[in-house]
């Protein structure tokens, strides 16, 4: 049970863990694509607002700026451009992190040419630029404008935001190819648009958790009162068990008593065989005991060299005895080419006694009983039991090894019994490394086949 309650708590951490995990995944996605969206808003709202200036400055009819490529100038051409003009070096540019193209450098070309005649961004251009691009989407922000120094030169916004710690990483621009000036954006991280933008997939998360854990919390108490009903029922069994220790004693003495005085050999022969039974089922007893005393769960095995078919001849003669009032027969056919097998005894003995039992319990008047021991083409052995019964429906075949199971019967074919015969013949078998399972119809007898390794 122990085992069992860490294994659930592991579970309930684990699925804690995991959909932690995903929902702080989710944020650094959204934060992650949050922060390229202001970026990219961002530098269109710079680049637009110079457009916009040069609209205004512009003279039309005067070429304020022109470029060419030097490898498409003219001598003549290089040597005034060394006086007149300004040349852009893309390299160099790239290196400083001021234009990554020649589309990027005539852009900061032109906004230098502004800088230089004391026209400088306008801060609230850019702003609505920048607003109309995220839309509703735009959180809490400042822009600053910062000389060479970093020294603010203008300010749109709250300018205590550049402290805070709950903010994205900042967006620095430069702007010229000098160097003069330079941009920055601010922005709030949206923590509260992102609750907002994802409470279903949140909501859907906190159910599904929920849900784990109160299907774990009731497998749990399922499995603790279950342990505890059956430990219940152990105890009381076991109980009950130990009270008969007492009258198979006393049944034991009386019986060996009544058979050494007894002079009609039948009856002498019944008495001794009944004594026989006492004394197994004494011995049952003890094992059930001590297995109860030792706490032990699980079948433990004593394999001895066996002669298997001396063991079935006793289990079916046993068997028979119990039913002597009922006129039937068991055949024995011995198929097996070496008899020795390496076999618990007891056990054994244990499950042809009750695949036997069972065909001459569950048939009328008159059932013929096979049982055929041989061998396997992987040298194991097969124990094969087969009836002219009231045979098994094929729909109670896969419940039939289960524990308090019981083939339900009407009328005069309804026997009492517990279910425990053939779950006890399963897990024999299993502890064997065996296996068994059941063929045969419905009025047509039944054929039970038990397959075990020699050793």
């Known amino acids: 049970m122990k085992q069992i309650t860490i294994l659930c708590i592991s579970a309930i951490i684990a699925t804690i863990t995991l959909q932690v995990l995903w929902v702080f995944q989710l944020y650094e996605r959204y934060i992650t694509e949050y922060y390229m969206q202001t970026e990219e808003a961002f530098s269109i709202a710079v680049d637009g607002e110079v457009a916009l200036r040069k609209q205004k400055s512009i003279n039309p009819n005067q070429l304020n700026l022109r470029f060419k490529l030097k490898e498409n100038m003219s001598s003549q051409e290089l040597e005034k451009s060394r006086y007149d003009t300004d040349t852009i070096n893309l390299a160099e540019l790239k290196q400083q992190g001021v234009a990554e193209n020649m589309v990027e450098a005539i852009a900061q070309l032109s906004q230098e040419m502004h800088l230089k005649k004391g026209r400088l961004p306008v801060l609230q251009r850019i702003d609505s630029i920048y607003r109309a691009r995220l839309a509703a989407k735009a959180t809490e922000h400042c822009i600053l404008l910062l000389n060479r120094d970093r020294q603010v030169v203008d300010c749109l916004g709250d300018s205590l935001l550049r402290h805070s710690t709950d903010i994205l990483p900042v967006v620095h621009k430069k702007l010229g190819l000098t160097g003069l000036y330079s941009i920055e954006l601010v922005v709030l991280q949206p923590n509260n648009r992102f609750w907002s933008d994802n409470i279903y997939f949140v909501l859907a998360t906190l159910i599904l958790v929920f849900f784990v854990i109160g299907c774990l919390m009731v497998q749990l108490t399922t499995i603790r009162l279950k342990e505890e009903w059956l430990k219940q029922q152990q105890s009381h069994i076991n109980g009950v068990v130990h009270d008969l220790k007492s009258p198979l004693a006393g049944?034991?003495?009386?019986?060996?008593?009544?058979?050494?005085?007894?002079?009609?050999?039948?009856?002498?022969?019944?008495?001794?065989?009944?004594?026989?039974?006492?004394?197994?089922?004494?011995?049952?007893?003890?094992?059930?005991?001590?297995?109860?005393?030792?706490?032990?769960?699980?079948?433990?095995?004593?394999?001895?060299?066996?002669?298997?078919?001396?063991?079935?001849?006793?289990?079916?003669?046993?068997?028979?005895f119990c039913f002597y009032q009922k006129p039937h027969k068991v055949k024995l056919t011995n198929r097996l080419a070496q008899p020795i097998a390496s076999l618990d005894e007891r056990y054994i003995y244990s499950v042809i006694y009750n695949l036997v039992e069972n065909a001459l319990k569950y048939s009328d008047e008159g059932v013929q009983v096979e049982l055929i021991l041989e061998e396997t083409p992987r040298n194991k052995i097969r124990i094969v039991v087969t009836d002219t019964g009231w045979g098994i429906a094929p729909r109670y075949r896969r419940k039939l090894f289960h524990s308090f199971y019981q083939v339900p019967r009407e009328g005069k074919r309804k026997r009492k019994g517990y279910g425990v015969g053939l779950s006890f013949v399963y897990h024999i078998v299993r502890a064997h490394r065996g296996t068994s399972h059941v063929t045969g119809r419905k009025e047509e007898g039944s054929t039970f086949i038990i397959t075990l390794p020699r050793s």
């Open 251 to 320: 049944t034991t003495t009386l019986l060996s008593w009544l058979s050494r005085d007894e002079s009609n050999p039948d009856k002498k022969d019944l008495l001794i065989e009944a004594g026989k039974q006492c004394r197994r089922m004494s011995n049952e007893v003890e094992n059930i005991l001590s297995r109860a005393k030792l706490g032990e769960r699980y079948i433990l095995l004593h394999k001895t060299k066996v002669d298997l078919p001396a063991l079935a001849q006793e289990a079916i003669h046993s068997a028979s």
